[in-house]
């Protein structure tokens, strides 16, 4: 009975051992999201890739999540995306662009990535800022 205890610790500590690794630990993710546009502005967004080595990136593409995922998440699909074009870059992060204007104060989105070695689906929101005010300026008299 002793002998069974103490191979179930040795297991259960062979097990964590393994799940803290930094095998495991590195595994790609997705970063914060950085906003480069504004309202009325072509879709200028960026992600940031997190512990991402040459081998992941080699097979690295990114895109929207699927439309179950979109209902699996309760996230609604957006109207914008067909405009939303995605590039890996510069080994780094990816840029979500639109050729077009985006006229939405947020876009609510989940990207996905994928590789070789697995998928990661996050879920981001992208606040953009009003145009900035090009009228003359009113002097109070």
């Known amino acids: 009975m002793k002998n069974k205890r103490i191979t179930a ?21 997705l970063g914060t999201l950085q906003v480069d546009s504004r309202i009325g502005e072509p879709l200028n967004l960026y992600i940031e890739l997190l512990s991402a080595d040459s081998k992941d990136l080699a097979s690295l593409s990114a895109g929207l999540a699927s439309l179950e995922e979109f209902s699996r998440s309760g996230v609604p699909y957006p109207e914008q995306a067909g405009k939303i074009r995605f590039q890996v870059e510069d080994n780094r992060g990816i840029r979500l662009t639109s050729e077009k204007p985006v006229d939405v104060a947020y876009l609510h989105i989940l990207v996905a990535a994928t590789w070789a070695g697995g998928k990661v689906v996050r879920e981001y929101t992208a606040l953009l800022d009003p145009p900035l005010y090009k009228g003359r300026a009113s002097v109070a008299k």
């Open 9 to 29: 610790v040795r297991l259960t500590a062979l097990a964590l051992c393994l799940l803290l690794s930094p095998s495991f630990a590195l595994a790609l993710g």
